[in-house]
């Protein structure tokens, strides 16, 4: 099993989930648990689409089972392409398809990499017509044109599991096991704001992590650097959303500096933040966008990168090729299975259902900062995370040793026996993950409050 200690169920048995409908799941034994994690992050519809989305499925496996996009099309990957361009910000235009988020991330930072060697020495902007940046500078005092092949990230920030997407990771813990990785990528801070000093301004923290990439940058060598990769919203740590500035600032780096800006949306689009792209609710404007989960709200197994038409333009040259290619990528039925999902997405109005809802949302579950076990409440959209603290008032968390008896000795059972499906996990503090399908409403709202309340409640007298 997946990122699962199989020793655990030595003793016990293996939770077998199924069926599913709404936002409730049943298990083998005919127990029901609500869904606050959307599967991981991912079941944005809810899981009471299934043969609407399958009478699709089986349209195209009578019409067209499989061929591949190696130097051929066909409509659905047509469509879905030209479905996600227009749903994109800015002019994100060309898709690149794969089977998942980390052959997404693993996609978009081999496609930076060949695109500064297929723009043969120019510099950014120069295809376009547009007026250069500082990368020629940067090249005569390097004194010789250098290969663009590393990368910069945040610390605490998953981004998948192939080895260029592990490198990427800024998680140590998943690291570590698989070293040496993918040369080379350097993390610099994420946008906790929950223990910087009290005294800081918001403007002062921002400009603080823009001077940090910024130094990073050049200590790598600017002209060696292809892309910066980043959440709008960074997951793992939990639900860290960006202060007043900081995209501006990174895209003005980036921009200085002549270097590829990804949004990794694997979680953010589709609708979890509000809108199709989180790139558009905090406007990011970047030059790549990795997709997944809820482009299929995961009833299929599909992901993508979302060029703009300058990434693409050295790809259009008659001897020009992107190197990279997957069997799967843009598979007719997985594509067929994403435009129905998108379709439904739209005729129920999902996307702003969770506008409309997440003021609802947010204060449902802060009434939950009541509780002394919980420090801060944080996200946006359908995408929260209840920070847990041994002291609300210095905010000191637990121990390494405390967390394994908080969140994987009590927490993570106890809330899968009260019937709430969610995460319980210290990549960085020890934090509470809810993030429950785009249909949930104030009933679910109420129901995972109410479980969290009374499981918290225990696990408050439990760590005094």
Same mark, same amino acid.
Request: net charge negative.
């Given at each position: 099993?997946?990122?699962?200690? #199989?020793?655990?169920?030595?003793?016990?048995?293996?939770?077998?989930?199924?069926?599913?409908?709404?936002?409730?799941?049943?298990?083998?034994?005919?127990?029901?648990?609500?869904?606050?994690?959307?599967?991981?992050?991912?079941?944005?519809?809810?899981?009471?689409?299934?043969?609407?989305?399958?009478?699709?499925?089986?349209?195209?496996?009578?019409?067209?089972?499989?061929?591949?996009?190696?130097?051929?099309?066909?409509?659905?990957?047509?469509?879905?392409?030209?479905?996600?361009?227009?749903?994109?910000?800015?002019?994100?235009?060309?898709?690149?398809?794969?089977?998942?988020?980390?052959?997404?991330?693993?996609?978009?930072?081999?496609?930076?990499?060949?695109?500064?060697?297929?723009?043969?020495?120019?510099?950014?902007?120069?295809?376009?017509?547009?007026?250069?940046?500082?990368?020629?500078?940067?090249?005569?005092?390097?004194?010789?044109?250098?290969?663009?092949?590393?990368?910069?990230?945040?610390?605490?920030?998953?981004?998948?599991?192939?080895?260029?997407?592990?490198?990427?990771?800024?998680?140590?813990?998943?690291?570590?096991?698989?070293?040496?990785?993918?040369?080379?990528?350097?993390?610099?801070?994420?946008?906790?704001?929950?223990?910087?000093?009290?005294?800081?301004?918001?403007?002062?923290?921002?400009?603080?992590?823009?001077?940090?990439?910024?130094?990073?940058?050049?200590?790598?060598?600017?002209?060696?650097?292809?892309?910066?990769?980043?959440?709008?919203?960074?997951?793992?740590?939990?639900?860290?959303?960006?202060?007043?500035?900081?995209?501006?600032?990174?895209?003005?780096?980036?921009?200085?500096? =002549?270097?590829?800006?990804?949004?990794?949306?694997?979680?953010?689009?589709?609708?979890?933040?509000?809108?199709?792209?989180?790139?558009?609710?905090?406007?990011?404007?970047?030059?790549?966008?990795?997709?997944?989960?809820?482009?299929?709200?995961?009833?299929?197994?599909?992901?993508?990168?979302?060029?703009?038409?300058?990434?693409?333009?050295?790809?259009?040259?008659?001897?020009? #090729?992107?190197?990279?290619?997957?069997?799967?990528?843009?598979?007719?039925? #997985?594509?067929?299975?994403?435009?129905?999902?998108?379709?439904?997405?739209?005729?129920?109005?999902?996307?702003?259902?969770?506008?409309?809802?997440?003021?609802?949302?947010?204060?449902?579950?802060?009434?939950?900062?009541?509780?002394?076990?919980?420090?801060?409440?944080?996200?946006?959209?359908?995408?929260?995370?209840?920070?847990?603290?041994?002291?609300? =008032?210095?905010?000191?968390?637990?121990?390494?040793?405390?967390?394994?008896?908080?969140?994987?000795?009590?927490?993570?059972?106890?809330?899968?026996?009260?019937?709430?499906?969610?995460?319980?996990?210290?990549?960085?503090?020890?934090?509470?993950?809810?993030?429950?399908?785009?249909?949930?409403?104030?009933?679910?709202?109420?129901?995972?409050?109410?479980?969290?309340?009374?499981?918290?409640?225990?696990?408050?007298?439990?760590?005094?």
């Amino acid at each position: 099993m997946h990122f699962t200690r #199989m020793g655990g169920y030595a003793t016990a048995d293996v939770p077998i989930i199924v069926r599913g409908d709404g936002c409730h799941l049943e298990d083998a034994n005919g127990k029901r648990y609500l869904d606050a994690l959307a599967g991981l992050f991912s079941v944005n519809v809810g899981y009471s689409f299934g043969e609407e989305i399958g009478q699709a499925a089986l349209e195209q496996m009578r019409e067209l089972p499989f061929y591949t996009n190696w130097s051929y099309a066909h409509p659905r990957a047509i469509e879905l392409a030209a479905e996600v361009a227009s749903l994109a910000p800015g002019d994100l235009n060309r898709v690149f398809f794969c089977s998942g988020g980390s052959e997404a991330v693993e996609s978009a930072w081999k496609l930076a990499r060949q695109y500064y060697a297929a723009r043969g020495g120019e510099a950014r902007g120069a295809v376009t017509g547009e007026p250069e940046t500082r990368h020629d500078e940067l090249v005569a005092a390097a004194g010789a044109p250098q290969r663009r092949y590393k990368a910069v990230a945040r610390h605490i920030a998953y981004h998948g599991t192939t080895f260029g997407a592990l490198s990427i990771n800024g998680i140590p813990a998943l690291r570590t096991p698989f070293e040496p990785l993918v040369p080379e990528v350097r993390h610099v801070s994420n946008t906790n704001r929950y223990h910087r000093p009290a005294e800081e301004t918001e403007e002062e923290f921002t400009r603080y992590l823009l001077q940090e990439l910024e130094q990073a940058i050049l200590g790598m060598g600017p002209e060696t650097v292809c892309l910066v990769h980043m959440e709008p919203v960074q997951n793992a740590g939990g639900a860290f959303t960006p202060p007043a500035g900081y995209f501006a600032g990174v895209r003005e780096i980036c921009d200085r500096y =002549d270097i590829l800006l990804s949004a990794d949306e694997v979680i953010t689009a589709f609708g979890r933040l509000g809108h199709w792209f989180g790139s558009e609710r905090y406007d990011i404007r970047p030059d790549l966008v990795t997709i997944a989960k809820g482009l299929s709200s995961s009833y299929a197994a599909i992901g993508g990168v979302v060029a703009t038409n300058e990434v693409i333009e050295p790809f259009l040259e008659q001897t020009s #090729m992107f190197s990279h290619g997957i069997t799967f990528g843009g598979h007719p039925v #997985m594509c067929a299975i994403a435009l129905k999902n998108i379709e439904i997405m739209k005729r129920e109005r999902i996307v702003e259902g969770v506008r409309e809802n997440e003021d609802a949302f947010r204060s449902t579950l802060a009434q939950l900062l009541d509780l002394p076990i919980v420090g801060d409440l944080r996200g946006t959209g359908y995408f929260y995370a209840l920070e847990l603290v041994k002291d609300r =008032d210095t905010r000191d968390t637990f121990s390494d040793q405390e967390c394994e008896r908080l969140l994987r000795g009590f927490l993570s059972n106890a809330l899968f026996e009260a019937g709430l499906i969610c995460r319980a996990d210290d990549r960085g503090d020890p934090v509470i993950q809810i993030s429950p399908p785009l249909v949930a409403g104030q009933a679910e709202f109420d129901e995972m409050t109410g479980i969290l309340g009374e499981v918290l409640t225990e696990a408050s007298a439990l760590m005094r």
